[in-house]
């Protein structure tokens, strides 16, 4: 997750938004309309997937919405293609995770006349514990059954600021689709809940789960703080091998975008189960394992409740 809160370390997205600019504005001088809508309805623009997918349960059939990264995109490092700026032109309304966490995403907005939201906010954050970023906000706040009930609050007043005539079908999508994201918190505390309290770990290889550790009432521990941060090195391996045998945590896991060699070594040193992998950043493709966040979501809560509790998943 590099540069988080800033974007000290991509000069490569500067030099490709500068190419990408000027491509956009021969693009207009021809008379090439961007990518939008010709319906009368919304065109809605976000920066991942997961917060498109979490748009269109909202906006229903009133807004075409599209997302700036494609499926299993790396979106903290994204660096900005010609095409993306054309479709960003032609966008009603924008909406961004914020919190530092699309550092890229500003050169965007700096040149966009369409509104923009953020969508966590109102949320409470939680700090990065240690690394080159400690005391930053964790951005993944979307990874929280709970903080996502926010998101969708956030995703309906900004629907609703844009096209005030949809303010009734918005409200009750977002009451339909906050239901179905509490259901999964649900889950998650139920088949946790007789979890010995020694055990109640959440062992990955980024500390990209601090939300929803919190939610589970799970204690966090993870190999690397960011991406950005030094990567399964001795000192990270052995102080979360101490950790693991000191517990007795019965599975770790690590995320499906990584390098999970580290981990892998965790596993063999302790004896605990390698547990499958963990979606965090992106859905997949609609043929895929997550195409949508509630897949996201319910994937991850029922592989870190079979890793923790030996149960079998759900048929």
Same mark, same amino acid.
């Not at 609703?160 to 303010?167: L, M, Q, S």
């Given at each position: 997750?590099?540069?988080?809160?800033?974007?000290?370390?991509?000069p490569?997205?500067?030099?490709?938004?500068?190419?990408?600019?000027?491509?956009?504005?021969?693009t207009?001088?021809?008379?090439?309309?961007?990518?939008?809508?010709?319906?009368?309805?919304?065109?809605?623009?976000? *920066?991942?997937?997961?917060?498109?997918?979490?748009?269109?349960?909202?906006?229903?059939?009133?807004?075409?919405?599209?997302?700036?990264?494609?499926?299993?995109?790396? %979106? /903290? &490092?994204?660096?900005?293609?010609?095409?993306? !700026?054309?479709?960003?032109?032609?966008?009603? !309304? +924008?909406?961004?995770?914020?919190?530092? !966490?699309?550092?890229?995403?500003?050169?965007?907005? @700096?040149?966009?006349?369409?509104?923009?939201a953020?969508?966590?906010?109102?949320?409470?954050?939680?700090?990065?514990?240690?690394?080159?970023?400690?005391?930053?906000?964790?951005?993944?706040?979307?990874?929280?059954?709970?903080?996502? $009930?926010?998101?969708?609050?956030? +995703?309906?007043?900004?629907?609703?600021?844009?096209?005030?005539?949809?303010?009734?079908?918005?409200?009750?999508?977002?009451?339909?689709?906050?239901?179905? %994201?509490?259901?999964?918190?649900?889950?998650?505390?139920?088949? @946790?809940?007789?979890?010995?309290?020694?055990r109640?770990?959440?062992?990955?290889?980024?500390?990209?789960?601090?939300?929803?550790?919190?939610?589970?009432? $799970?204690?966090?521990r993870?190999?690397?703080?960011?991406?950005?941060?030094?990567? &399964?090195?001795?000192?990270?391996?052995?102080?979360?091998?101490?950790?693991?045998?000191?517990?007795?945590?019965?599975?770790?896991?690590?995320?499906?975008?990584?390098?999970? &060699?580290?981990?892998?070594?965790?596993?063999?040193?302790?004896?605990?189960?390698?547990?499958?992998? !963990?979606?965090?950043?992106?859905?997949?493709?609609?043929?895929?394992?997550?195409? *949508?966040?509630?897949?996201?979501?319910? /994937?991850?809560?029922? *592989? +870190?409740?079979?890793?923790?509790?030996?149960?079998?998943r759900?048929?």
């Open positions: 997750m590099p540069n988080i809160g800033d974007g000290r370390a991509f490569l997205v500067a030099t490709s938004f500068c190419a990408a600019a000027s491509l956009l504005a021969a207009a001088c021809a008379g090439t309309s961007p990518s939008a809508a010709d319906d009368g309805r919304l065109t809605v623009l976000t *920066t991942f997937t997961v917060l498109a997918d979490m748009t269109r349960a909202v906006a229903g059939d009133r807004a075409e919405v599209a997302s700036v990264t494609r499926p299993g995109a790396e %979106i /903290h &490092g994204y660096q900005p293609a010609p095409d993306d !700026l054309v479709r960003a032109e032609g966008a009603d !309304l +924008i909406l961004e995770n914020g919190l530092g !966490l699309e550092a890229w995403f500003a050169q965007f907005t @700096l040149r966009m006349d369409a509104d923009t953020t969508l966590t906010d109102g949320i409470a954050t939680l700090p990065i514990a240690s690394g080159g970023h400690e005391g930053e906000a964790n951005p993944h706040a979307w990874m929280s059954p709970d903080n996502a $009930l926010v998101y969708v609050d956030n +995703i309906a007043a900004a629907l609703t600021e844009a096209d005030p005539a949809g303010a009734d079908a918005y409200a009750a999508n977002a009451e339909d689709y906050q239901a179905e %994201i509490a259901d999964i918190g649900a889950y998650l505390d139920t088949e @946790l809940g007789a979890l010995p309290e020694n109640r770990a959440l062992v990955t290889c980024e500390g990209a789960f601090s939300y929803l550790a919190r939610d589970a009432g $799970l204690t966090e993870y190999l690397w703080p960011v991406n950005a941060d030094a990567q &399964g090195t001795p000192r990270q391996v052995a102080d979360t091998v101490d950790f693991v045998r000191a517990n007795d945590v019965p599975a770790v896991f690590c995320e499906s975008t990584v390098n999970d &060699g580290a981990m892998d070594q965790v596993a063999r040193e302790t004896g605990a189960v390698r547990g499958g992998d !963990l979606f965090v950043d992106s859905l997949s493709t609609a043929d895929g394992p997550v195409p *949508t966040y509630l897949d996201l979501l319910r /994937h991850d809560a029922e *592989t +870190i409740v079979a890793g923790l509790t030996g149960k079998d759900p048929a």
